[in-house]
């Protein structure tokens, strides 16, 4: 067993490049951890990992190693999660990731109410407006929104999310209203905008009598977190598109007035992203089948 727990940390600091992640990941202290990869290493007499001045990345003996321990591992889970679902009783650990703002307001929440009613099952919650890949990161299940592009991916739909721009009217005092969506391309407004690396060209995407609009928008601000974008708005350096659920509060008090809302974002749909080879797994169905009204819920109140 020691062995096995000492293979399973490995995999997980060359998944996550450091000891502290893999262990924390682990829920094992960073010298627990250290200590498990020393015992393998000792075991197998050779050298797993090299440290470079950023992170740790494996040897060539450590690559090797990990692919196939990384399908020992994969099997073993997927062994036990058939045992599981012969015995109706979901366990194991469970990764989930998902955007900033979805994970902090809808997912973050329900995690606890979750594990209280599969008291076997463990969740590390990961949460990135980033683009995750699920495979490389060995992720559960991963919230999305927009639009899929991986069709190595099984979906279900958790609802459209309705979409909204807005500032606050100090902002607008200052820079001038907002009439028509061409003036979101003119320098006189700060469009506050989404960009991680790998990111498509920026753009919005308006509803219009005439169909879809795509407005490049104007914007001497960027992030690759919607929080930091929102509370730029809510400081008045710009206008935000945001889900509209996220700023229905600041909305109704006044914080923030929605701009054009004859001409609204289109809607974003928020789905549940996981691999197809955990679609019969017990704790991953039953995970989303826990979250889906309940986000639906929590969107609507």
Known sequence: MAYLESIKV??????????????????????????????LEARLGTRLLN???????????????????????????????????????????????????????LVAPLVPEYCEAFA?????????????DLFEEELDVAFFLGTPRDSNLKQRKVADVPRVLCATPEYLERHGPVSNPRDLME??????????????????????????????ANGRFDADEGDVLLNWALDGKGIANVPRFEVKG???????????PE??????????????????????QGFIDFMIPRCRAAMDA
Not at 11 to 30: A, M, Y
């Open 187 to 216: 320098p006189a407004h700060h469009c506050l905008l989404l960009r991680f690396p790998r990111s498509p060209d920026y753009f919005w995407m308006l509803e219009t009598e005439d169909g879809p609009r795509k407005i490049v």
């Open 263 to 284: 001409t609204p974002p289109l809607p974003s749909v928020l789905t549940c992203l996981y691999p197809h080879r955990k679609l019969q797994d017990p704790k991953v």
């Open 51 to 105: 440290r470079t001045t950023r992170k740790l990345v494996p040897t060539e003996a450590g690559r090797m190693f990990y692919d196939q321990a990384r399908r020992v591992i994969s099997t073993l889970e997927d062994a036990e999660a058939s045992l599981a679902g012969i015995a109706s009783n979901p366990r194991g650990t469970l990764r989930v990731t998902a955007p900033l703002g979805i994970g902090r307001r």
């Open 120 to 132: 076997h099952v463990d969740v590390r919650l990961r949460l990135s407006d980033r683009r995750v």
């Open 10 to 39: 490995f995999v997980r600091v060359v998944e996550l490049g450091s000891i502290t992640s893999g262990g924390r990941d682990l829920r094992l202290t960073p010298a627990v951890a250290s200590k498990r990869i020393k015992e």
């Open 250 to 260: 600041a909305l109704k008090n006044g914080e923030l007035v929605e701009i054009l």
